[in-house]
């Protein structure tokens, strides 16, 4: 049987052997540490910079402790959970490190990319839509698609959506997918065949666990109620751990929307195309019900929305953002007519027996329950600890829309609860976690650990001679004069695009700001002949991504998803252009609640949140420019707040030790 130490000396041999054989002494301390929360069942964090190999210093260690578990009799099946934020470095994971990982370790082990249920299709409900698509489906557009989904179960090897070779409208997979609540388990003639239930076997007989940030928290939200997605586990490895946060407050509260009620009734009943479930059933009486219903909707969001505009003029509203400080601001006769409804059809269930049938309709029923549930808990502020608002916005043809949503003001309690205190060793990696040198106390707070071991690492890379951070100091200060830094601004972007000749990305903290720089810029780059790619076009990340960087002398305008998760090697990217420091505005109720929480505590909600936060993202953007060991390049703030505030300091402080150079253009 391994024990600590031989997993320990292991580790350090594996790690010498990883990424081309090169020896890596932040690699080996990572997997020591990892090793060490791992066998004694701590939790830890840890920042390790760009270039340290990250996932093989927690893979190497997390896997050589599974040996213990293979030897021992009678005792459970110990799995090991890994969790990223990005699709990217699960496919970094699942197709490259761990396959390497396998020929290297002396230990037999097996690796799963798990997926929500919802990511399969289903045989029965396929099946059953290819029967009575034309009544289902609102269009002869959506029933088109479905013999192409025949077509594709022939041929595709998991089942998944990912798989799929055709764009899927997601109204038809909705109506195909895997769905628990409509699922008839070993009783279903699909069984034998199920894409999913292949899946969950092998995730039950799976070692390690590989997962996206999103899965986890849905599953980890369920834990509260006594389910779960995932099998059990006693390790989980958090990678990309800066965003746990923002994941964690998504799943772990309330969202809904307008349309996703008029979706759930028309998906039953659509009188003006007359389609639907109970037509196909011929529920005449249950279709007068969801007629009746979907009046009752448009009063109900009416009614929030005339009590959003009487509000208008109050603090709580922010941009397209109201703050609902106190429960039951309306009526809501909704909900008792969605669940009138759902015991309609669920008493025809009980006439049917058809089994797929019979699903159909009680899943239709139980979503429903759902619906009127969740209307109703966001209405009383049902949820502990919670702050509520509402959203507003148009779509493409103008129609109001409005989105009910409530977080956790703090989620660090239910992390704590419900996985820091549950599960024997919990990691957290990142190469941006720290603040202002080495502080852990701002990301320790947010993630509720008050127990555990914290480890800084510095990269490998050579930062004082591959980069240069260029601090422009004759900018007007943006929070006090935000007119002339955007014209200052876009005069600097020519003067720093022309020294690097494009391969540059400039970095803004909002679309509104990106839109009006890229307007201004746009003459001058294509007169001098700069390939121009901007996130405000809507193209996809990653499209947008490898277009750059198959494009010489280039430049892309990015926001919010490119400061972090962006891996640019090479000659493509040789400057990145931050114009602003990252500052969150207190625009959003769930910051605002934040803030006021800090405040109300005693705290200064600048330095004790809004700086450290943008400390982070500050990281992220300067992590952008060095990717490799030949890498080289420049980051030129535009922010003169940077060096003529006291704050400033600590945004520099958190960065490798870099060359400074204070430049005026």
Same mark, same amino acid.
């Given at each position: 049987m391994l024990t600590p130490h031989d997993i320990l000396g292991e580790s350090q041999k594996i790690a010498q052997r990883l990424d081309a054989y090169e020896h890596r002494a932040e690699q080996i301390q990572m997997a020591d540490a990892v090793a060490n929360a791992i066998a004694s069942k701590r939790h830890l964090i840890v920042e390790a910079g760009t270039g340290v190999g990250k996932s093989f210093g927690y893979l190497v260690p997390a896997i050589l402790s599974l040996a213990e578990n293979q030897t021992a009799k009678d005792e459970p099946k110990k799995r090991i959970v890994v969790s990223t934020h990005t699709i990217s470095l699960q496919e970094q994971l699942i197709d490259k490190d761990i396959p390497f990982l396998n020929s290297v370790i002396p230990l037999e082990f097996s690796a799963v990319l798990a997926k929500g249920r919802g990511n399969y299709v289903s045989l029965r409900?396929?099946?059953?839509?290819?029967?009575?698509?034309?009544?289902?489906?609102?269009?002869?557009?959506?029933?088109?698609?479905?013999?192409?989904?025949?077509?594709?179960?022939? *041929?595709?090897?998991?089942?998944?959506?990912?798989?799929?070779?055709?764009?899927?409208?997601?109204? @038809?997979?909705?109506?195909?997918?895997?769905?628990?609540? $409509?699922?008839?388990?070993?009783?279903?003639?699909?069984?034998?065949d199920c894409y999913y239930f292949k899946a969950r076997n092998r995730l039950q007989n799976a070692d390690v666990l590989i997962v996206n940030h999103a899965l986890f928290f849905s599953d980890l939200s369920l834990r509260?109620?006594?389910?779960?997605?995932?099998?059990?586990?006693?390790?989980?490895?958090?990678?990309?751990?800066h965003t746990v946060v923002d994941v964690a407050s998504d799943h772990l509260g309330i969202s809904i929307t307008m349309g996703q009620v008029e979706y759930?009734?028309?998906?039953?009943?659509?009188?003006?195309? $007359?389609?639907?479930?109970?037509? @196909?059933?011929?529920?005449? *009486?249950?279709?007068?019900?969801?007629?009746?219903?979907?009046? #009752?909707?448009?009063?109900?969001?009416?009614?929030v929305l005339g009590w959003a505009e009487r509000h208008s003029g109050d603090t709580n509203r922010r941009n397209n953002?109201?703050?609902?400080?106190?429960?039951?601001?309306?009526? $809501?006769?909704?909900?008792?007519?969605? @669940?009138?409804?759902? $015991?309609? @059809? #669920?008493?025809?269930? *009980?006439?049917i027996k058809d089994a797929s049938a019979k699903q159909n309709l009680s899943s239709a029923g139980e979503r429903l329950t759902a619906v009127a549930n969740a209307l109703e808990s966001w209405r009383l502020q049902s949820l502990e600890g919670g702050v509520y608002w509402l959203e507003q916005s148009l779509n493409r043809q103008g129609k109001q829309l409005i989105n009910l949503m409530a977080a956790p003001i703090d989620v660090g309690p239910e992390i704590r609860e419900h996985l820091l205190n549950k599960t024997d060793s919990v990691i957290m990696a990142s190469a941006t976690i720290a603040t202002g040198g080495s502080s852990f106390d701002f990301f320790r707070n947010r993630v509720g650990m008050t127990k555990g071991d914290v480890l800084k690492l510095g990269s490998p890379f050579d930062y004082k001679n591959q980069a240069k951070l260029i601090l422009v100091t004759n900018m007007a200060n943006p929070s006090e004069n935000r007119e002339l830094h955007e014209r200052q601004c876009v005069d600097a972007i020519k003067e720093y695009v022309a020294r690097t000749d494009g391969h540059a990305f400039v970095l803004f903290t909002s679309y509104d700001l990106l839109r009006r720089t890229e307007r201004a810029l746009t003459p001058w780059l294509s007169e001098h002949d700069y390939g121009i790619f901007s996130q405000a076009s =809507?193209? %996809?990340?990653?499209?947008?991504?490898?277009?750059?960087?198959?494009? %010489?002398?280039?430049?892309?305008? =990015?926001?919010?998803?490119?400061?972090?998760?962006?891996?640019?090697?090479?000659?493509?990217?040789?400057?990145?252009?931050?114009?602003?420091? %990252?500052?969150?505005?207190?625009?959003? %109720?769930?910051?605002?609640?934040?803030?006021?929480?800090i405040r109300e505590s005693g705290g200064n909600p600048f330095s004790d949140y809004q700086v450290p936060e943008a400390v982070i993202k500050f990281k992220q953007g300067f992590g952008r420019l060095i990717r490799s060991k030949t890498d080289t390049g420049i980051v030129v703030v535009l922010d003169p707040r940077i060096k003529t505030k006291q704050y400033g300091k600590i945004f520099v402080q958190s960065l490798p030790e870099t060359e400074i150079v204070l430049e005026t253009f």
């Open positions: 409900r396929l099946q059953d839509a290819a029967s009575q698509g034309r009544t289902v489906f609102a269009s002869e557009h959506e029933f088109d698609q479905v013999p192409m989904l025949n077509k594709w179960v022939k *041929e595709t090897g998991d089942g998944s959506r990912s798989d799929l070779p055709i764009k899927i409208l997601p109204q @038809v997979w909705d109506e195909v997918r895997s769905d628990s609540s $409509n699922c008839l388990g070993r009783k279903c003639p699909k069984h034998s509260r109620l006594g389910v779960n997605i995932l099998p059990d586990y006693h390790t989980v490895i958090l990678d990309e751990a759930t009734l028309k998906r039953l009943y659509n009188g003006s195309r $007359n389609k639907g479930l109970l037509v @196909v059933h011929e529920l005449g *009486e249950a279709q007068k019900m969801v007629v009746r219903a979907l009046a #009752e909707s448009q009063t109900f969001f009416n009614d953002s109201i703050r609902i400080t106190k429960p039951g601001i309306v009526a $809501n006769k909704l909900s008792p007519k969605l @669940v009138g409804i759902s $015991n309609a @059809v #669920e008493q025809a269930a *009980e006439n =809507g193209t %996809p990340r990653g499209q947008l991504l490898e277009q750059f960087k198959s494009t %010489p002398r280039s430049v892309l305008f =990015g926001t919010d998803s490119f400061w972090q998760g962006v891996d640019v090697q090479g000659d493509a990217l040789q400057n990145v252009i931050i114009t602003k420091l %990252p500052f969150s505005v207190p625009d959003q %109720p769930l910051l605002q609640a934040r803030l006021d929480a």
